[in-house]
Each structure stands twice: as structure tokens, then as C-alpha cells.
């Protein structure tokens, strides 16, 4: 099975394919995540109105054709429909693409329902390992953040609904500490200053559970630095939350990053962070009775810690190295990651270079789509034969050859996928497409009627 890190490292060792081809730039894969909240534009496009109008000044607003959007939103509701019968790790995978499929404002009230519905479904994902949580917290935390972009109230509730995670020393993020960083962003620029004490209560409320936000509330101090007694103020009473002990491991360290942070942009006294610095060693020090039990992720945390307050509050820091030499004494070994290389088909490579090539000289329509059904052809042969079997995403030549093969037809990708025979395969497939056909391109769009006088999209 493909765990997390594997398909990350795919993913790059295939965006560095793809620029190794000659030809022309396709948008890079959109990992689920948790940050992005717009998409790259092939061109763009401006009306021949607007020209006229402001001659001489540029307008730099891209245009799509109302044909080419509906189809692009059709294509999605299809991909949606056709995941509602999947397994619950694929319709996870699906839905989450699907969310960051155009820009976020297209689709708005479908995304926000499919945002609440990811949220649910994720839940039921396994947690049967380390690689398995952490695909599971990503995928609930993606629904919050991808929510939050059209109501912030209404994630921070969901959030609230979460079960207590299981206890231990905790090696990463839960899925709302991990959510958290960009709710709280997303909520803080709606409510403004406002906002912070609202989400400190929220916080609270999690920290009784054991994995209160702490990181993510750098964010709410950056929004409060102009008032350092208000920035103050709200780092001491994180400071009260964590001086109660709940936290694992991973929460002193998410701890240790938020004083660093806040230390960085002068939003609190130096005695604050003084203060706050011995409150992470002593926590810390819960940690070290016996070392040898720490695992190599415990040990990176404890370290990065003790870091962090090495830069924040130095009297701290070097008053633990006469009263607390355990800690010092623990050693967070580097071990360098096997690095896999993903195998080159040869066939898809053939087959992208003759649709750039076809696209470069201007060839017919008739001839486009053999070109591009020859090359999908290949990739329904390569899936078909369960190659990616336990995959939740398409290796990097597949996905560039439909984003090309979108741009290049846009009215007519979503028949031509059709010849995908794996239900998964082809929505996930035409949610990328749907993604292309959604965005301005050079290409003609052959449903648009060119009436004289009638404002209409041409290239700049």
C-alpha cells in the first residue's frame, strides 16, 4: 500500500519529469493537505470590450466562456457521483481532489456540502498505524480548512464534535490540531482582533482533551501584535492552559514552536517567554525517566523543543543544562529516507510528447481526439491492469497527460474519458480535467457563438 510519504516523494520525482519535457507546462499536482485556496492559470484573458474601453490599460482578469464553465462543473458533479459507491479510503481521496477543483468560489455552496460530508466520511477511516492516522487526520483536517473557506463558525463546531484522541505520548498532530492552523487563520480575518478570544475558548475546551492548538495560535497573535498588551494578555493565557501538564509530547513541542513564533514577532515580554521556557523544560523533563523508551519521532520532538527554547528564552535554556543534563543527553538520530524513484512509462511519455506535438502544430480536431484517445488508451490499459492497485491518486505522467489532453479539448475530455473502465479511476480522472476545462486556456472554445458587437474572451 502506498503510505504517505511514498506518494509525496512519486509526486516529485514526477513534477521533476515533467519539466524535463520539451514542451509545454501543465498545472503541478494539488496535494490534499491543507493550505491551498486558489489555482494556477494557463493564461490569461482578457474581453474585447474591456480593451476597448480602457485602452491602454491592462486587465489582468482571467475570463472563462459560461459554455466551458458549466462543463467544467458538470464534470465535477459527475466525478462526485460516480465516488458516491466507493470504498470509504477512495471517496475520501476523490472528495478531497474534488475540493480543490477550480477556485474556491466556484461551486460554492456544492463544495461546502461536500466539505461537511468529507468531514464525516474520513472519520471512518482506520487507525491501524502511524501512516494510517496520519492519512486519516489529514483527510478530517482538509474538510475543516476546505470548510472554513465559506464559514469559519461552522468548522470550528465540527472541530468541536471531534472525539478525544487516544492517549500516549504522541508523535504528530491530531486532525483538529491539525485543521486548527488554518480555521483559526480563516476565522481570525472574518472577526478581525474579535475573533481571539472566541477561538481561546474554543481552545480550552480542547486542551481538557488533551491537544490544545497551540501553533495555530501564532496565528491570532500575528493579528494581535499591534496591541502588545492584547498579544500579551493571550499568550499568558495559553501559557495557563499548558502550565496544567495535559499535554503529550507532541503538544510541549507545538508548545515550544508558539513561544519561539511569538517570541520572533515581539508579541510578548522577554520575562514572558522566559517564563515560558522553563514551563517547557519541566515538561520536558516527564519524558526522559528512561530515554532508551523514546522512539526516534519522540526524540526529534523533544529535541526541536529544546530548540525552540534555546532561541526564545535563553536563561531557560541554560539554566536546564545545570539542572536538567538528561534532556541534552537524548540524541535525535537523522536517518535519511529511502528515496523511490517511480518508474518511467514509456508509452505515456510517447504519448504526451504527440499530443504537445499535435497541440504546437495546430492539427485538426478529428485528428486531436486520436491522438489524445490513443494516449488514454494507454493510461486505461496501465490502471486496468491494477499496476496502482491500493493507490488514492494517479502517478504524475498520468496526470499530466489528461490535464493536457483537457487543454487541448476542452468541450470534448469528458466523453473521451469515458473509455476509463475503473469507476475510481475515471471520476478521479475527470475531476482533473475539470479542474483544466475550468480555467481560461488559448484554446477555442467551438460552442461559443461569435455574434458582432458582443463582448467575447480572446487571448491577450
Known amino acids: 500500500m502506498c503510505n504517505h510519504f511514498q506518494m509525496k516523494m512519486k509526486w516529485m520525482a514526477g513534477a521533476r519529469l515533467l519539466l524535463a519535457l520539451p514542451l509545454i507546462v501543465v498545472p503541478p499536482v494539488a496535494l490534499p493537505a491543507a493550505a491551498q485556496t486558489g489555482t494556477q492559470h494557463t493564461a490569461h484573458m482578457v474581453t474585447v470590450a474591456a480593451r476597448k474601453k480602457h485602452a491602454g490599460t491592462k486587465n489582468n482578469a482571467p475570463v472563462v466562456s459560461k459554455s466551458q464553465l458549466e462543463l467544467a462543473e458538470q464534470m465535477a458533479r459527475n466525478s462526485y457521483a460516480l465516488g458516491r459507491s466507493l470504498e470509504t479510503r477512495r471517496r475520501v481521496a476523490l472528495m478531497t481532489r474534488l475540493l480543490y477543483t477550480?477556485?474556491?468560489?466556484?461551486?460554492?455552496?456544492?463544495?461546502?456540502?461536500?466539505?461537511?460530508?468529507?468531514?464525516?466520511?474520513?472519520?471512518?477511516?482506520?487507525?491501524?498505524?502511524?501512516?494510517?492516522?496520519?492519512?486519516r487526520n489529514s483527510a478530517i483536517a482538509t474538510a475543516a480548512a476546505r470548510l472554513a473557506v465559506y464559514d469559519t463558525d461552522r468548522a470550528l463546531e465540527l472541530l468541536d464534535s471531534l472525539p478525544p484522541e487516544p492517549d500516549g505520548l504522541g508523535e504528530q498532530a491530531d486532525a483538529r490540531t491539525m485543521a486548527a492552523r488554518l480555521v483559526f487563520a480563516g476565522y481570525m480575518q472574518h472577526h478581525g482582533m474579535a475573533g481571539a478570544q472566541t477561538l481561546l475558548a474554543h481552545g480550552r475546551r480542547w486542551s481538557e482533551q488533551g491537544g490544545f492548538p497551540y501553533s495555530a495560535s501564532a496565528t491570532v497573535l500575528a493579528r494581535l501584535r499591534p496591541n502588545e498588551d492584547e498579544a500579551e494578555n493571550f499568550f499568558r493565557q495559553v501559557l495557563t492552559i499548558f502550565a496544567k501538564g495535559h499535554e503529550g509530547l507532541?503538544?510541549?513541542?507545538?508548545?515550544?514552536?508558539?513561544?519561539?513564533?511569538?517570541?520572533?514577532?515581539?508579541?510578548?515580554?522577554?520575562?514572558?517567554?522566559?517564563?515560558?521556557?522553563?514551563?517547557?523544560?519541566?515538561?520536558?523533563?516527564?519524558?526522559?525517566?528512561?530515554?532508551?523508551?523514546?522512539?526516534?519521532?519522540?526524540?526529534?520532538?523533544?529535541?526541536?523543543?529544546?530548540?525552540?527554547?534555546?532561541?526564545?528564552?535563553?536563561?531557560?535554556?541554560?539554566?536546564?543544562?545545570?539542572?536538567?543534563p538528561e534532556l541534552f543527553a537524548v540524541r535525535a538520530v537523522q536517518v535519511a529516507a529511502p528515496v523511490e524513484v517511480p518508474k518511467v512509462d514509456l508509452e505515456l511519455q510517447t504519448a504526451f510528447r504527440e499530443l504537445a506535438a499535435a497541440m504546437r502544430e495546430r492539427r485538426g480536431p478529428d485528428?486531436?481526439?486520436?491522438?489524445?484517445?490513443?494516449?488514454?488508451?494507454?493510461?486505461?490499459?496501465?490502471?486496468?491492469?491494477?499496476?496502482?492497485?491500493?493507490?488514492?491518486?494517479?502517478d504524475a505522467q498520468s496526470w499530466a497527460l489528461v490535464s493536457l489532453a483537457a487543454f487541448?479539448?476542452?468541450?470534448?475530455?469528458?466523453?473521451?474519458?469515458?473509455?476509463?473502465?475503473?469507476?475510481?479511476?475515471?471520476?478521479?480522472?475527470?475531476?482533473?480535467?475539470?479542474?483544466?476545462?475550468?480555467?481560461?486556456?488559448?484554446?477555442?472554445?467551438?460552442?461559443?457563438?461569435?455574434?458582432?458587437?458582443?463582448?467575447?474572451?480572446?487571448?491577450?
Not at 479511476?425 to 484554446?443: D, E, K, N, S
Open 250 to 324: 507532541y503538544g510541549v513541542s507545538d508548545f515550544a514552536s508558539l513561544l519561539q513564533q511569538a517570541a520572533a514577532m515581539e508579541a510578548i515580554y522577554e520575562d514572558t517567554a522566559e517564563e515560558a521556557g522553563r514551563a517547557v523544560v519541566g515538561q520536558l523533563r516527564k519524558f526522559t525517566g528512561d530515554s532508551t523508551e523514546l522512539t526516534s519521532e519522540q526524540k526529534k520532538l523533544l529535541t526541536a523543543a529544546l530548540n525552540d527554547v534555546r532561541i526564545s528564552a535563553p536563561k531557560a535554556y541554560e539554566d536546564a543544562r545545570k539542572t536538567a
Open 408 to 460: 487541448a479539448t476542452p468541450m470534448t475530455i469528458s466523453t473521451q474519458l469515458n473509455g476509463l473502465e475503473d469507476p475510481f479511476w475515471h471520476a478521479y480522472f475527470l475531476a482533473i480535467a475539470a479542474q483544466q476545462v475550468g480555467q481560461p486556456t488559448r484554446v477555442a472554445d467551438p460552442t461559443a457563438r461569435k455574434v458582432p458587437g458582443k463582448e467575447e474572451a480572446e487571448p491577450e
Open 102 to 135: 477550480m477556485r474556491p468560489e466556484v461551486m460554492a455552496t456544492e463544495k461546502q456540502q461536500w466539505a461537511e460530508e468529507l468531514f464525516t466520511v474520513a472519520q471512518s477511516l482506520p487507525q491501524d498505524g502511524t501512516a494510517a492516522n496520519g492519512a
Open 367 to 394: 485528428e486531436m481526439h486520436a491522438v489524445i484517445a490513443r494516449g488514454l488508451k494507454v493510461v486505461n490499459a496501465r490502471y486496468r491492469a491494477g499496476e496502482c492497485a491500493e493507490c488514492a491518486a494517479p
